[in-house]
């Protein structure tokens, strides 16, 4: 049956859609406790006393946990493998806390509500310590030092050609600096795990995660058991975005099991998801372009000074995915990008929805605009003139950018948007009260780790009745993997997707995957799958040529049986499955360890029309087109779904998203009543477009759209609003006072 | 504790509850009624959105005592066994659901909207949807659902 490049609804939209999915705050296991966890209310200090007593007494309260019950172990909370050595400086409870946030101890109760009591009652002694919030400010020599050796993390130098030279001979440079916000994922299903310690020493977690085997491999660090103990089940994701993954509450879950003895659930309300958990990095971005006579760029130099809070988790990773992205985008000789993470005490950076892309694209895309407008050339023409073809080669790693349709996506867009027209009567429509302007940006974003190991494993059972057993690593982030994976193996077999079954990730008895992050499902999971399906395909074709006594060129897939070419003769899949059991006394299965090949570019160009009221500083964003590079929409709904989706998270960073500190590091905006996610009524008039063109290394040759779609979207819309304005606005959110300050300066 | 009594998807109960429990709390962890979802707790998300005598409103923020006698209808109270509510339907076959997590509050908006006004102008479903929040969607296609939903009714 043919399933690719048609739609499909999410297979299990019917559950969904009644309430009967379970998700991990679903599922009450018998006498399971609750779990609660203290949070510091300042950004650095000592703790010099802890005093549980008065929480003790609370009847309904079963165990309390302060640092001095916690492993002293130090860990990364987002290593990637057993011998990943990022910088580990977290512990489960520490004696110190180093952001408003940060976790101080944990009770766990009958209920939460008597938890929530109990924390409470939880008295702490605080010894300050300084504490610094901004990252500029804690690279100075005689700043502050959170740990001994200073606050950076790392610096990161790659560069090609020799860009000081090209700088001096450039006919025309341009400037400027840009800084984003930490922003929330905002999944609507907050945090939340339950873990259970067996008597026979297994650790067990409950709870949506995107990388399983990851958490196995903190927790076994942490608390020095075997992986063959520790049993991850994913549980259906209500959203992540980057947010469901890295060790937070987990193993707080199991030491709170491990000293009860029973099931423990800690649900994080919205407040501690945004705040104790972390957000996508706040960066401040120099930018500089050189061109020549031509209006070619000619050298690019951007630094980046990314904020990781107190703990690196994955900013080291992030540093180095945005430093090679920028690299792939235009066709510039001499390009260098310069970054330092730095520890400060604010709440976390981590991964988020495009994992650096967003920043360096922002930097970069509000960059090209300006040195157009300074180069009085119109800033689709500029790009055009400087964008990567297909096949053109990366500058860093010399390997293939694939078939890289961006300068196809740009055009496609600025017909589809009608740029030249809108622009030539931008200043007609203007009134007193509004100005309208049109934005424009293009980004990459890859698909996978190639050329790291880029490791997932899937295997493929077919039934003595004919359906099959799925197993892959991958996790379903909500929007619509294992819906395409189905896809994919069923058009391969020629199969209804209902009979193919899809066992949810787990560590225990699923199969390994590194983690659905970097826009992997699709390239590698989705690959992965088709091989195997092909595998499974093909062993059929086999033992159906046995059965109908021919040689396997003979045999064809049609009509969902095999048959014999110019033959009436035919078996079914339950005919070949049923001769392999009793015939060959065997059960046909395929197992794959699937390492993807190369890493592909995912591209897009996104054009915004907004308004903005001169008056209020308001921004509407009226008109949205998208125009994306997927090589194959294998199903053009769930794409175009998460694309939309995209628009509307990047327009949050654009115009109101941020969690706002003062001057003590206390978030000002934590929760949903006063950190505004964009709603319904901030939805533009949307029109998305796919450009498909073959990519070697995909599925059908599809490539990924999770993040890629998020990454122009910020700075589409951000020069939109410059383009209205005649301003340089450059730090997001853009928010109506911010705007103001701008028109009326 | 107090005894009170409501009607739930159209049965009767009779509930000791404590004066602090919200409704939420109720249907969630005293009658395992797990379609409402908790996504904020504050009233700002219409994850837990549920029909009270037919009007959609956030059970997070609503004390359980102060219902006495009220009709509620939960997610799970819309659909039968072989039969989805047509809102369920249109949301399926439009694409408005990811993971599916405000889904129920979403549906429990658009039942409520319908309901009242069964042909809605755009404009009038977005001020519908003014305070339930999807971060996966975008809502265009939740838009598309209920529209969808409204012509389906004329065809009905
Ligand atoms: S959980 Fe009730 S509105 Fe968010
Ligand atoms: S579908 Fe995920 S939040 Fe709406």
């Known amino acids: ?745 | 504790m107090k005894s009170i009594m409501m009607k739930i998807n159209g049965d009767q109960y009779t509930l000791e509850i404590q004066d602090n429990w919200t409704l939420l709390y109720v249907l969630r962890d005293v009658l395992h009624l797990t379609g409402t979802k908790y996504g904020c707790g504050t009233g700002d998300c219409g994850a837990c959105k549920v029909l009270i005598n037919g009007i959609a409103k956030n059970s997070c923020t609503l004390l359980a005592k102060n219902l006495e006698n009220h009709e509620i209808t939960t997610i799970e109270g819309l659909s039968q066994r072989d039969k989805l509510h047509p809102v369920q339907e249109a949301f399926i076959e439009a694409g408005a659901i990811q993971c599916g997590f405000c889904t129920p509050g979403m549906v429990i908006t658009a039942v409520a909207l319908l309901d009242q006004n069964p042909y809605p102008t755009e404009n009038e479903i977005v001020v519908a949807l003014e305070n339930n929040l999807c971060r996966c969607t975008g809502y265009k296609k939740i838009i598309d659902a209920i529209r969808l939903a409204s012509k389906k009714r004329d065809r009905r």
């Open chain 1, 1 to 745: 049956m043919r399933y690719i490049g048609k739609s499909q609804p999410i297979f299990d939209a019917r559950e969904k859609v009644t309430g009967e999915m379970i998700y991990a705050d679903d599922l009450f296991f018998p006498n399971m406790l609750h779990g609660k966890i203290l949070t510091s209310p300042v950004a650095h200090a000592k703790i010099k006393h802890i005093d549980t007593m008065q929480a003790e007494k609370l009847p309904g309260v079963r165990a309390i946990l302060t640092y001095k019950d916690a492993p002293d172990v130090l860990y990364n909370r987002n290593m990637q493998w057993i011998n990943d050595l990022k910088p580990a400086t977290e512990r489960v409870l520490d004696k110190v806390v180093r952001y408003v946030g940060d976790r101080v101890a944990a009770v766990a109760a009958d209920t939460a509500e008597i938890a929530q009591k109990a924390i409470s009652l939880i008295k702490v002694e605080y010894e300050e310590l300084p504490a610094i919030f901004d990252p500029e400010a804690a690279l100075k020599e005689d700043a502050y030092s959170i740990y001994t050796g200073g606050n950076l993390i790392k610096e990161l130098n790659k560069a090609c050609g020799n860009v000081d030279q090209a700088f001096d001979e450039s006919y025309h440079v341009t400037q400027n600096t840009v800084s984003t916000s930490m922003i929330h994922h905002g999944a609507i299903e907050p945090h939340i795990c339950i873990a259970h310690a067996s008597r026979e020493g297994e650790i067990c977690i409950w709870e949506p995660q995107r990388a399983p085997f990851r958490t196995q491999i903190m927790l076994g660090k942490i608390f020095k058991t075997p992986y063959s103990k520790i049993h991850v089940h994913g549980t259906s994701m209500g959203g992540s975005f980057g947010s469901k993954e890295g060790l937070m509450i987990e193993a707080i879950a199991v030491l709170l099991a491990q000293k009860t003895g029973r099931y423990v659930k800690i649900r994080y309300d919205r407040n501690e998801s945004m705040i104790s958990t972390f957000t996508r990095h706040a960066m401040k971005l120099y930018g500089k372009i050189g061109v020549n006579g031509q209006g070619k760029i000619t050298a690019l130099d951007v630094k980046a000074i990314i904020n990781s809070g107190p703990y690196c988790g994955d900013t080291t990773n992030i540093q180095g995915s945005m430093c090679s992205k920028m690299f792939k985008l235009y066709k510039i000789p001499h390009m260098r990008f310069v970054g330092q993470s730095v520890y400060t005490n604010t709440q976390l950076g981590g991964a988020m929805r495009g994992y650096g892309s967003p920043a360096i694209f922002y930097a970069l895309e509000l960059l090209v605009n300006k040195t157009a407008k300074e180069l009085n050339m119109d800033p689709v023409a500029f790009r055009m003139n400087n964008l990567v073809a297909p096949y053109g080669i990366d500058p860093i790693n010399q390997l293939s950018l694939g078939n890289a349709r961006i300068k196809d996506c740009l055009q496609k867009g600025s017909e589809l948007f009608n740029w030249e027209e809108k622009r030539a009567r931008q200043s007609s429509i203007e009134t007193e009260r509004y100005a309208y302007g049109y934005g424009v940006a293009t980004a990459v974003h890859g698909n996978g780790v190639a050329p790291e190991p880029d490791i997932t494993v899937v295997s493929l059972a077919l039934n003595e009745d004919g359906s099959m057993l799925l197993r892959t690593g991958i996790s379903d982030h909500g929007a619509g993997t294992y819906t395409v994976l189905k896809q994919i193996a069923a058009d391969i077999l020629d199969m209804p997707m209902e009979h193919i079954a899809l066992i949810h990730t787990d560590t225990y008895s699923g199969l390994y995957d590194r983690g659905a992050g970097s826009s992997r499902n699709t390239w590698v999971g989705g690959a992965a799958v088709a091989e195997i399906a092909k595998r499974m395909k093909n062993s059929m074709t086999l033992i159906a040529a046995e059965a109908l006594q021919v040689s396997s060129e003979e045999i064809v897939l049609e009509d969902e049986v095999f048959k014999i070419k110019d033959n009436k003769a035919k078996i079914d899949k339950k005919g070949v499955a049923c001769y392999a059991y009793q015939e060959k006394r065997a059960k046909i299965i395929e197992t794959l360890s699937y390492d993807s090949p190369r890493n592909a570019g995912s591209y897009g160009a996104h054009f915004a029309g907004v308004q903005v009221d001169k008056l209020t500083g308001e921004v509407k964003v009226e008109e949205y087109v998208a125009v994306c590079d997927v090589g194959k929409a294998i199903n053009p709904m769930l794409l175009e779904g998460q694309i939309e989706g995209a628009i509307l998270m990047g327009l949050g960073m654009a115009l109101f998203e941020g969690l706002q500190l003062d001057e003590k590091g206390v978030p000002k905006n934590a929760g949903f009543k006063k950190y505004r996610m964009p709603k319904a009524s901030d939805m533009p008039k949307i029109m998305i477009h796919f450009v498909e063109a073959y990519e070697e290394g995909g599925p059908f040759g599809a490539k990924s759209i999770g993040e890629a779609a998020i990454i122009p979207v910020t700075p589409a819309i951000v020069n939109a609003v410059n383009d209205a304005l005649g301003t340089e606005l450059t730090e997001v959110p853009l928010l109506s006072d911010k705007i103001l300050k701008a028109i009326y300066k």
